[in-house]
């Protein structure tokens, strides 16, 4: 890999490894900060959709100021929305400083930030490079959990939160200066593209969205109500990083020979299977395999999915014409995690949910089988 792969997969450790540790942290912030578990699954609701909405904003920033700069702000947002959290006194302030500087941060710093970045280094190789970065994601998830359960006992949930904002701000600094940059002339009379030959690929994600989210931020929460402890509980999620990792890996040698449909089409027949045995086979530790095949299959179909949506766009205008894919994603995230609270206030369990996910995974495969409206390049 060369520097800017380098650099995109640390900067996704940083920002994938905060926004998706906040599930680690839901039930020791409950039981220290007095604030009740289900304002926290709707704060992570609440989060998801201002990621979404804010998307075509980004956009439109990527193409005029660079990803370097927007990347750079939003890991500062991301980093300082935990430094926030450590001192937040009430309700309402973690709530706010949550949604507001987390859901933003994490609006600038992700995927689409990524994807533009590597696709202007990259071009007609943006699908394999793309996957060797998103190993990032894994690795945020591996280290920032771990820690974090390791601190929580010594340190507490507020110096955890601290001590995590702090490591995240250092790396940031450090990627100023790492970061390539990514100057594009854009005309701006020039007419754009548009996703509207694609809408199978984008309903699909929107569908893998739905699930991902709700499963990574609350199979800890599930965890601990099927008598898991509050360490262990948390670890299941850098289990699921570990997974994803491996095939992350996996998947950007497979991409030299398979197109992305089909890898797609077999990760989302994995993830169903997981969610098979979340839903239908009881006991506890049924959840490290749900773990290990729904990390496996889930976060490895976010740079395939890109690598989709991406071919053969122009890389001057592509934070624009993308945006649309992740207010689809960060949205039906958002609606997911909505109703998985709503399920779980009305049955105690978010087994229903996983049944539903389970369904939105065979649709999604379906979505990307062949046929005359999917996309050839």
């Given at each position: 890999?060369?520097?800017?792969?380098?650099?995109?997969?640390?900067?996704?450790?940083?920002?994938?490894?905060?926004?998706?540790?906040?599930?680690?942290?839901?039930?020791?912030?409950?039981?220290?900060?007095?604030?009740?578990?289900?304002?926290?699954?709707?704060?992570?609701?609440?989060?998801?959709?201002?990621?979404?909405?804010v998307q075509v904003r980004i956009g439109g920033l990527l193409d005029r100021i660079g990803a370097r700069a927007v990347l750079a702000v939003g890991l500062i947002l991301s980093s300082g929305s935990y430094l926030v959290l450590s001192v937040v006194q009430s309700t309402w302030?973690?709530?706010?400083?949550?949604?507001?500087?987390?859901?933003?941060?994490?609006?600038?710093?992700?995927?689409?930030?990524?994807?533009?970045?590597i696709s202007r280094s990259y071009g007609s190789q943006t699908g394999p490079a793309l996957a060797r970065a998103s190993i990032g994601i894994n690795l945020g998830q591996v280290l920032a959990p771990w820690a974090a359960t390791a601190m929580?006992?010594?340190?507490?949930?507020?110096?955890?939160?601290?001590?995590?904002?702090?490591?995240?701000?250092?790396?940031?600094?450090?990627?100023?200066?790492?970061?390539?940059?990514?100057?594009?002339?854009?005309?701006?009379?020039?007419?754009?593209?548009?996703?509207?030959?694609?809408?199978?690929?984008?309903?699909?994600?929107?569908?893998?969205?739905?699930?991902?989210?709700?499963?990574?931020?609350?199979?800890?929460?599930?965890?601990?109500?099927?008598?898991?402890?509050?360490?262990?509980?948390?670890?299941?999620?850098?289990?699921?990083?570990?997974?994803?990792?491996?095939?992350?890996?996996?998947?950007?040698?497979?991409?030299?020979?398979?197109?992305?449909?089909?890898?797609?089409?077999?990760?989302?027949?994995?993830?169903?299977?997981?969610?098979?045995?979340?839903?239908?086979?009881?006991?506890?530790?049924?959840?490290?395999?749900?773990?290990?095949?729904?990390?496996?299959?889930?976060?490895?179909?976010?740079?395939?999915?890109?690598?989709?949506?991406?071919?053969?766009?122009?890389?001057?205008?592509?934070?624009?014409?993308?945006?649309?894919?992740?207010?689809?994603?960060?949205?039906?995230?958002?609606?997911?995690?909505?109703?998985?609270?709503?399920?779980?206030?009305?049955?105690?369990?978010?087994?229903?949910?996983?049944?539903?996910?389970?369904?939105?995974?065979?649709?999604?495969?379906?979505?990307?089988?062949?046929?005359?409206?999917?996309?050839?390049?």
């Open positions: 890999m060369n520097r800017t792969a380098n650099a995109a997969l640390a900067a996704m450790t940083v920002s994938f490894g905060l926004n998706f540790s906040m599930g680690v942290f839901f039930a020791p912030t409950a039981s220290a900060y007095g604030i009740n578990a289900a304002v926290l699954s709707v704060a992570a609701a609440l989060s998801t959709a201002l990621t979404g909405l302030e973690f709530v706010v400083a949550y949604m507001v500087l987390g859901g933003l941060g994490f609006a600038a710093s992700s995927s689409l930030t990524i994807t533009t970045l929580f006992e010594p340190a507490g949930v507020r110096a955890t939160y601290a001590i995590l904002g702090a490591a995240g701000l250092v790396v940031t600094a450090v990627l100023w200066f790492v970061l390539p940059s990514d100057r594009v002339e854009v005309a701006t009379q020039a007419r754009g593209e548009s996703l509207a030959g694609r809408m199978r690929v984008l309903v699909s994600f929107g569908l893998h969205a739905a699930t991902m989210y709700v499963v990574v931020l609350m199979l800890p929460k599930h965890a601990l109500e099927s008598g898991w402890s509050v360490i262990d509980a948390g670890r299941l999620v850098a289990v699921v990083a570990i997974a994803a990792g491996i095939t992350s890996a996996l998947v950007a040698r497979l991409l030299r020979r398979h197109r992305p449909e089909l890898l797609l089409r077999i990760l989302y027949g994995v993830r169903a299977a997981a969610l098979l045995l979340a839903v239908a086979v009881p006991g506890p530790w049924v959840l490290v395999a749900v773990a290990v095949l729904f990390g496996a299959a889930s976060f490895p179909m976010i740079p395939l999915t890109m690598a989709v949506l991406s071919r053969g766009l122009d890389p001057k205008r592509i934070g624009r014409t993308l945006a649309p894919a992740w207010v689809t994603h960060q949205l039906a995230a958002a609606a997911g995690l909505g109703l998985a609270a709503a399920i779980h206030a009305l049955t105690d369990s978010y087994r229903g949910y996983f049944l539903l996910g389970l369904v939105f995974s065979l649709a999604a495969a379906l979505l990307l089988t062949p046929s005359r409206t999917t996309v050839h390049a």
